[in-house]
C-alpha cells in the first residue's frame, strides 16, 4: 500500500477538513507544477490519528494523518497559470 504520513501544527484548523476526514474517510490531494502547468492528483482514504507514537517525531504537532493512496493520476498542462518562486514568506521566520 502507498501511504504518507504527515504531521498537521497549531494554525493549520483553517485550512484543513480534519472534521469532514472523520465523518468520510474519502479525500483527494492535488500538488500543481506553477512551472509546467502540471499536476499531480492523489484520491484515496485517510484519517486523522490524534494520539500517535509517532508524533514525537514532528515537534510541535498535535495530530498526523495519514493518506492511503489509491488512484494516481498525471495532468498535463492542468492550468494555464504560470509562476516564478520569488522567495519565502517573511511570516517563516517567526
Same mark, same amino acid.
Given at each position: 500500500? !502507498?501511504? @504518507? &504520513?504527515? #504531521?498537521?501544527?497549531?494554525? !493549520?484548523?483553517?485550512? !484543513?477538513?480534519?472534521? !469532514?476526514? $472523520?465523518?468520510?474517510?474519502?479525500?483527494?490531494? @492535488?500538488?500543481? /507544477?506553477?512551472?509546467?502547468?502540471? %499536476?499531480?492528483?492523489? =484520491?484515496?482514504?485517510? %484519517? +486523522? @490519528?490524534? /494520539?500517535?507514537?509517532?508524533?514525537? *517525531?514532528? #515537534?510541535?504537532? $498535535?495530530?498526523? &494523518? &495519514?493518506? /492511503?493512496?489509491?488512484? &494516481? +493520476? *498525471?495532468?498535463?498542462? %492542468?492550468?494555464?497559470?504560470?509562476?516564478?518562486?520569488?522567495?519565502?514568506? #517573511? %511570516?517563516? =521566520?517567526?
Amino acid at each position: 500500500m !502507498n501511504r @504518507l &504520513v504527515f #504531521p498537521d501544527y497549531r494554525g !493549520n484548523r483553517m485550512f !484543513n477538513t480534519l472534521g !469532514n476526514l $472523520e465523518l468520510s474517510p474519502r479525500a483527494g490531494l @492535488l500538488f500543481p /507544477d506553477f512551472t509546467t502547468g502540471d %499536476a499531480l492528483q492523489l =484520491s484515496g482514504r485517510a %484519517a +486523522v @490519528l490524534w /494520539d500517535d507514537p509517532r508524533l514525537a *517525531e514532528f #515537534p510541535g504537532a $498535535e495530530r498526523l &494523518v &495519514v493518506f /492511503d493512496i489509491e488512484k &494516481v +493520476v *498525471e495532468l498535463s498542462e %492542468a492550468t494555464h497559470l504560470r509562476f516564478q518562486f520569488a522567495g519565502y514568506s #517573511p %511570516a517563516l =521566520s517567526r
